[in-house]
């Protein structure tokens, strides 16, 4: 019987595997959502560490800087479980990783790590009402929120919420009481019924394209998101014709910002999920 042999990609490392059982890589898994992690909860990690290592040494970096860190002991597998407090850290990109030492050994025996973002804890957080919260594809669909009175920009987003990229993306100018409401269509190409998500940050400018992490660096004063469901098209009816989209209060029409909006979008999936998780 011939011997299967099986490559697995383990953190850039391929290991082989025959008839004998693999031999454990040094890895490391971040309780994330969508690469998004929340300084106000402690972070789980895990992971494995390679043969001869009898001590995990887990650390949370960010800009050179250690947040948290912590010595763990192995278990008879090699496998490796702890949480980190990770209040101290601030809304940027950071690093989880782990260091596996053998007893009385200088250099480790081997390194595994993973990026993740830290999400805003301090920013006020709301609800966005899409209505009708389950629209056809070509149907007319708004988005409402209310950001802080006095907000002179916000910026919407719309998609899938499991796609990469919005399908809408736009800056807009909130009313005098900081409320946003803006109506465009669901697009009759590009988009899947299903699950949906819709996501305004208020005080940010979208007039140039950027992603999450410049987002939460220009500071919302508010973020909101919202879910609603995408039907698909009436089989029987033409599908209209995609329209420019109305804005009920001012603002901008340019192109859209997908940089911008699959910011937006990321940043309000995780959210999303995360309290689905709380709840």
């Not at 800009?63 to 002991?73: F, I, L």
């Not at 980190?84 to 081997?110: E, H, K, N």
């Not at 988005?143 to 719309?158: D, E, F, K, M």
Request: glycine content about 10%.
């Amino acid at each position: 019987m011939s011997v299967a042999v099986v490559a697995l990609s383990l953190g850039g490392a391929v290991l082989v595997a025959g008839a004998a059982q693999a031999v454990p890589a040094t890895t490391i898994v971040v309780q994330n959502e969508d690469g998004v992690v929340f300084a106000d909860q402690p972070l789980q990690v895990s992971g494995t560490c390679a043969p001869g290592a009898t001590t995990a040494v887990v650390a949370f970096e960010q800009d050179g800087d250690t947040v948290a860190e912590k010595s763990v002991d192995l278990a008879n597998d090699g496998a490796w479980s702890t949480s980190l407090d990770i209040s101290d850290a601030v809304d940027d990109v950071a690093t989880a990783s782990v260091d596996c030492f053998a007893y009385g050994s200088v250099d480790p025996i081997g390194s595994a790590s993973e990026e993740v973002f830290v999400f805003p804890t301090d920013i006020k957080v709301f609800e966005v009402t899409v209505s009708p919260s389950k629209v056809r594809i070509g149907a007319p669909f708004t988005i409402s929120g209310l950001c802080p009175a006095g907000t002179t920009v916000a910026s919407v987003a719309a998609g899938g919420e499991d796609d990469d990229d919005p399908f809408l993306s736009k800056t807009v100018t909130p009313a005098a009481s900081g409320a946003v409401s803006y109506t465009s269509k669901i697009p009759t190409k590009g988009v899947k019924p299903g699950p949906a998500i819709a996501v305004i940050a208020c005080g940010v400018d979208a007039g140039t394209a950027f992603g999450m992490e410049t987002l939460v660096a220009a500071a919302p004063t508010a973020f909101g998101l919202g879910e609603f469901t995408i039907l698909a098209a009436p089989a029987a009816a033409a599908v209209p014709a995609v329209q420019d989209p109305t804005l009920a209060n001012t603002g901008s029409d340019n192109a859209p910002l997908v940089a911008l909006g699959a910011g937006l979008l990321v940043l309000g999936v995780g959210a999303h999920r995360a309290r689905r998780v709380l709840r």
